[in-house]
């Protein structure tokens, strides 16, 4: 696609519940990174696939918080058992792993929120 | 592990003037890349300009340039004649161009106002 897309825009859950958060990264955009971005906060970092090497788990807040990614396409992050702290903008982006352009592009996020 | 740091939690500027954004990194690498990203409301992350460590000439982006000092560690992102659409937060990563993982790491970010 032309850009990064994420689903749902916005999503609203009750404590205790699932959720799952997908995004679309560009074509063929072979890193995938997903975001935590609490309101008022930085970006902090959760997870990092590159192709098919093992992904970087190292920001994964909890055991609550997984992510599969698909090839080099869609990828989704799941939380369970979802608790209130966990309400923030889910931001993913996508990028070119070498090359002379190395940005991260980013999809406009999932704002969660639990009640 | 690389550490980045926004001291100015948020800035104003009056339209038109100029604004200076401080962004200030830890890293044992001699190699990496730096960036500045734009976060207006719509929560898009934009990215405002990029910067090789390799290259002394610092990067330019028509109103956006940066102050690139490899030996203070120091990033600090420069823009003139402001807009009302500059307002927003501005963020500043950092990123390792070798082997291992490559992941941004982001500072807290600077709050840009821009007064009419």
């Known amino acids: 696609g032309a850009g990064v897309s994420q689903s749902p825009s916005n999503k609203v859950t009750e404590k205790g519940k699932d959720v799952e958060l997908r995004c679309d990264p560009i074509?063929?955009?072979?890193?995938l990174y997903w975001y935590r971005q609490r309101l008022g906060q930085g970006l902090e970092f959760l997870i990092y696939?590159?192709?098919?090497?093992?992904?970087?788990k190292s920001g994964l807040p909890s055991d609550r918080f997984s992510a599969e990614r698909t090839g080099e396409s869609v990828s989704t992050l799941t939380i369970q058992r979802t608790q209130q702290e966990d309400s923030a903008v889910y931001l993913c982006a996508s990028s070119l792993r070498v090359g002379t352009v190395p940005e991260a592009f980013f999809g406009q996020g999932t704002r969660l929120t639990v009640v | 592990a690389q550490t980045v740091t926004q001291s100015q939690p948020e800035m104003s500027v009056q339209e038109a003037e100029t604004v200076t954004l401080s962004c200030t990194y830890d890293t044992s690498e001699s190699d990496y890349y730096l960036f500045w990203y734009k976060q207006p409301p719509s929560r898009q992350m934009i990215l405002v300009i990029r910067q090789e460590a390799y290259k002394q000439q610092n990067a330019t982006e028509n109103r956006f340039s940066v102050n690139f000092q490899k030996a203070a560690k120091s990033f600090s992102l420069k823009i003139s004649d402001s807009q009302l659409g500059d307002a927003a937060m501005y963020f500043c990563?950092?990123?390792?161009?070798?082997?291992?993982?490559?992941?941004?790491?982001f500072g807290t970010g600077t709050r840009l106002k821009v007064l009419a």
């Open positions: 074509s063929g955009h072979t890193a």
């Open positions: 990563a950092y990123r390792s161009p070798g082997a291992g993982t490559y992941k941004y790491i």
């Open positions: 696939f590159q192709g098919n090497s093992a992904p970087d």
